[in-house]
């Protein structure tokens, strides 16, 4: 079946300016032609903007904003979660996202999750599935990992987490926020360690994620050759160098803070003092690196507290609101978290003969990123979804 978009702006991300006033044509999985003429018996849909479908390159699918994620994963079956995570993956649909990275979930949960998806069985974007993650024995989320010491553990780690069908590895470098007993600054896995890991995974032609907040974990897991830093909240000249020199990408997930902050109370202690901590530093790292040219990709920890799946486009704002353009905003959400997660070339961008992944906004989030909010129709590989 053809389907024509009538749009009033069109954001291709090719370069250049947007298109206005045309007409998309789909037919099938693919985007057949971009111009003013709506084919005889093809389908017609009125878009005011229409945008890439966007990517979020860092989301935790089985939680959904609740306050204590360890104890929600200790005290829920895996049952209940993979419930959960399919009714959040339809919530990231919804909210315009068409690809994400999860990047870090229990058991094989994300790996089934993007089979299922893939095969029409559940509704949701297309995942790439990190599976467990990995940390030192004790280190950041545990609760969810796989805790591997030393370089021969962690190559056999790496190998079966490739083995389950992880698209990419995530491995922790540094203490987190939502795990109590570890400070965020302290640095976890070694470099030795780390090392192992990117050698194994790159060797496999898949990408490594680091969980990096304190400045020398960052600076250990850059130099071990990781794809992309998450969180990055104490970044100094040297990191940003390193940056630079690897082409690692940042994934500064700023809702993570953002949501945690708007809700100190709620949280348990630990994290309470945590977030203080790292807040403003956060912030300022994001700046420093948007200064610098770092390249960054958009990705919220969705899943984390109060940081729920169907409020992607807060990260665009706070991105916006810390310094970014509308225009850099919007390519960190689509193809520039495409390339920082390894995806084909041609997912983030919008032209002829290629996969029609898409989502109708109302309003031109150019003029006000808020707009990206605002989602009323989402398109995976030809296949339309209303949103009301
Ligand atoms: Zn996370």
Known sequence: MTLAIRFGALHHNTG??????????????RIAAIGTDVPAGARVLEAACVVPGLINAHAHLESSGESNAMTLTILTTPTQRAYVAAGNARKTLEAGV???????????????????????????????AAGRLICMTGGHGWFIADETDGPDEMR?????NLKRGADCIKVIATGGVLSPGVEVGSSQLDPDELEVAVREAHKADRRVAAHAIGNQGIKN????????????CYLDDEAIKLFKKTGAAY??????????????????????????????????SFKRALRAG?????GTDAGTPFNRHELYA????????????????????????????????????????????LIAVDGDPRKDIKATSRVRGVMVRGAFTSVA
């Open 294 to 298: 770092v390249t960054i990709a958009a």
């Open 98 to 128: 068409t690809t994400i990275r999860e990047i870090g979930a229990t058991g094989t949960m994300s790996i089934d999750l993007r089979d299922a998806i893939a095969s029409g069985v559940a509704l949701g974007p297309a995942i790439l």
């Open 251 to 284: 994934v500064p997930t700023l809702c993570a803070p953002h949501f945690l902050h708007e809700h100190l109370d709620e949280v348990p202690d630990y994290a309470r003092r945590k977030t203080e901590q790292v807040y403003e530093a956060h912030r300022a």
């Open 156 to 160: 056999k780690t790496v190998r079966r």
């Open 16 to 29: 250049g300016e947007p298109r206005y006033n045309g007409v998309l044509v789909i037919e099938g999985e």
């Open 221 to 232: 897991a850059l130099r071990a050759g990781v794809d992309t830093i998450e969180h990055g």
């Open 314 to 357: 807060t990260e665009l704002a706070l991105m916006v609101a810390l310094g970014m353009s509308t225009e850099q905003a919007l390519h960190a959400a689509t193809a520039g978290a495409a390339a920082a997660a390894g995806l084909a070339a041609e997912t983030g961008v919008l032209e002829e003969g290629m996969s029609a992944d």
